[in-house]
């Protein structure tokens, strides 16, 4: 087996939204509207609950470490974006293109994660609430917080060094805005089956079996609601669900969009705008117009 690289690309180009020249001044200033609302959206959030005594509870705990992730997790494409809308800058260096790319798999991928450990929290609140405080202390909070971290940026680096190693010959072109895991592959001039299957069952892992169980947390969540006798007790418990049950459906919902498709689709790039701009836009409302706690915080 040949172990040489015989990589001799050194830049590739990001074409973006190239194609689409009387978009550029709209996507420009609509994108880069939405990036200060979400960085300074989330910085507020993650103010608000370290500053609010009221909100030092493990579900806002998660929430403050949500907040981090999601300025990270914008932070990675944007600004390529936004320099990409105002044509200063289309090339990306070889090594900047594959950090860029494990940025942005290991942060997607840690929000699953986080996603799960969440929900996870909202099980036990309801279904064991008088051991809650015991077992969710913020010595084990703290633990548990580490984990998605651990994982996303552990299992996000396979496939990323299996792809970094194919041979990169030319074409050196990226119809999109940002990095792709797919993208790079279909550019590669080397066998790509080992980087295609590593990408696969690093998908699974990290975002597959944390959406399977988020559904069977919140399967156990319904039930133990239904079975509340009081209507008060259960909006009560529901509520303390509902704001991350619609991120959770905007975060996976968006995602199955774009990566369940038919690959080649002239819109990819309009649909990834979803996931990479949209979706963090609105994650802060959501949990500040759906919170209570949160808008009572606010107004002090």
């Known amino acids: 087996m040949q172990l040489v690289n015989n990589t001799t690309v050194k830049k590739f180009v990001l074409l973006g939204f190239s194609n689409y020249l009387t978009f550029q001044t709209v996507l420009f200033c609509a994108v ?3 990036y200060i609302i979400c960085v300074f959206g989330n910085i507020t959030i993650f103010l608000v609950v370290k500053i ?16 981090i992730l999601e300025i990270m997790f914008v932070s990675v494409t944007v600004p390529k974006l936004l320099a990409l809308a105002g044509c200063t800058e289309k090339t990306i260096t070889f090594f900047g293109c594959f950090f860029q790319l494990y940025a942005l798999n290991a942060l997607g991928e840690t929000e699953c994660f986080l996603l799960s450990l969440m929900v996870f929290d909202r099980y036990l609140a309801i279904s064991n609430p008088l051991r809650y405080c015991a077992i969710m202390n913020r010595k084990f909070s703290i633990k548990l917080s580490i984990l998605p971290w651990l994982f996303g940026f552990g299992i996000s680096s396979f496939p990323t060094v299996q792809t970094f190693l194919l041979d990169f010959c030319g074409p050196n072109e990226i119809d999109h805005f940002f990095c792709d895991l797919e993208t790079l592959q279909d550019l590669a001039c080397s066998d790509q089956f080992a980087s295609n299957l590593t990408t696969v069952v690093a998908a699974f892992f990290s975002i597959a079996a944390p959406f399977f169980v988020i559904v069977g947390f919140y399967v156990h969540i319904i039930y133990t609601v239904l079975r509340i006798k009081s209507k008060e007790g259960k909006v009560k418990a529901f509520s303390t669900c509902s704001s991350h049950l619609i ?7 968006s995602g199955i969009i774009v990566y369940l498709k038919p690959k080649g689709s002239h819109y990819d790039k309009f649909l990834a705008l979803t996931y990479t701009v949209v979706t963090p836009l609105l994650n802060p409302f959501i949990y500040t117009l759906r919170n209570t706690e949160v808008k009572i915080a606010l107004r002090k």
Not at 52 to 67: A, D, G, N, V
């Open 32 to 34: 880069f509207l939405a």
């Open 52 to 67: 609010e005594s009221s909100l030092h509870t493990p579900m806002y705990f998660f929430i403050s470490i949500f907040t």
């Open 247 to 253: 991120v959770v459906s905007l975060f996976y919902g």
